[in-house]
């Protein structure tokens, strides 16, 4: 074997004992490299004769061609059997068994919203949503409950930043604040028919959502909610918000024989006022007096605060606590328990 085949054999397995793309680049210099044993060879041309170059030089070459062949292939198969390997750390186990998706569900408050928005949308109700951060005004003064008004004392909360000190503004601490900021809008909506003496079409809408109150044991807790109805017309009356909550209450709860009271009671922006009791006839809670709501006929001042004369319009308005109709719908005792976050808990409504 002479010289050159040695060379090619020797570079052969130089590359063949290479096993990363690393050390093949390194057995790769030896041999094609500036110092390597072919450039080398080729240096050593330049002392021969011509016709000895010319047959010297195309053997080399031939060397050369070899060991690039050689090298290519040792390229080829290192770069196979890395990408065999990482097909092989990749591979999917398709036997393990998968991931569940457990289904969520509505929020027993979010369920008796969406129940109380049917029965109320089935009576011909609008739905209507107002902000949580209000006016000093709105939930107060132009309920009839000016600054200096015993009421405002049951009614502690939370003040926020932004207003000034003669109006400030807060954390609603209910949703009555709704019944004029809907009113207003209709109103404004049809004040050209209003002026012209044609009248209005009646509202009829129900405002649920968040309030707040600095309060805070198993029956009131700081965040609640609320959902307030309001019903103006030119001819509304007590015994349409009797009937109207009625039959509410007895689709909500599922019970023709619901017996409801209308305590006399007092709010700034009612006039008569009641607290709507419920009994139930039947089950754990028979028998028992359960307050539900406030309610009344809307106050003169605040029918004028709407932009209406209270001598052509007048209507009712309530205020009743989801939370404690869920309460009493599933039988939970503890209002803490709605806002715990306690997904063992919550999951049981659905
Ligand atoms: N806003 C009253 C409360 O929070 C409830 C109410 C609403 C009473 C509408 C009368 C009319 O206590």
Not at 49 to 76: D, F, T, W, Y
Not at 228 to 256: A, H, P, Q
Not at 319 to 344: E, K
Request: one cysteine or more.
């Amino acid at each position: 074997m002479n010289e050159l085949d040695a060379l090619v054999q020797s570079a052969r397995s130089g590359f063949a004992q290479a096993i990363t793309p690393a050390e093949l680049e390194n057995a790769k210099a030896q041999y094609l490299g500036k110092a390597g044993s072919i450039t080398e060879l080729m240096k050593g041309l330049a002392a021969l004769s011509v016709p000895e170059k010319k047959s010297r030089g195309a053997a080399i070459n031939l060397a050369k061609q070899a060991i690039e062949a050689a090298l290519n292939e040792r390229r080829r198969a290192l770069a196979q059997a890395e990408l065999q390997a990482q097909l092989k750390a990749e591979a999917l186990d398709l036997s393990l068994p998968g991931r569940q998706r457990g289904s969520g569900g509505l929020h027993p408050v979010s369920l008796t919203l969406e129940r109380i928005e049917a029965i109320f949308g089935s009576m011909g109700f609008e739905l209507a949503e107002g902000p949580e951060i209000e006016s000093d005004w709105f939930n107060f003064t132009a309920l009839n409950t000016p600054a200096d008004h015993p009421a405002r004392s049951m009614h502690d909360t939370f003040y926020v930043e932004g207003g000034s000190e003669q109006a400030p503004y807060l954390l609603r601490t209910h949703t009555s604040p709704m019944q004029l900021r809907y009113a207003l809008a209709h109103v404004k909506r049809h004040r050209a028919a209003i002026d012209a003496g044609a009248g209005m079409p009646e509202i009829r809408v129900i405002a649920p959502g968040r309030t707040y109150r600095v309060d805070s044991d198993a029956t009131h807790s700081p965040m609640f909610h609320q959902c307030e109805g309001l019903w103006i017309g030119e001819n509304v009356s007590f015994k349409d918000l009797k009937y109207v909550f009625t039959d509410f209450c007895r689709l909500f709860f599922e019970s023709d024989d619901l017996a409801l009271r209308f305590r006399p009671s007092f709010f700034p922006f009612t006039e008569p006022s009641a607290e709507v009791d419920i009994q139930f006839q039947s089950g754990p809670l028979a028998g028992r007096w359960l307050e539900v709501a406030g309610s009344g006929q809307v106050h003169p001042n605040v029918v004028r605060n709407m932009g209406l004369d209270p001598e052509r319009y007048i209507g009712f308005a309530f205020g009743m606590g989801p939370d404690r109709l869920t309460m009493l719908r599933y039988g939970v005792n503890d209002l803490r328990l709605f806002f715990d976050g306690d997904i063992r808990f919550l999951a049981q409504f659905n």
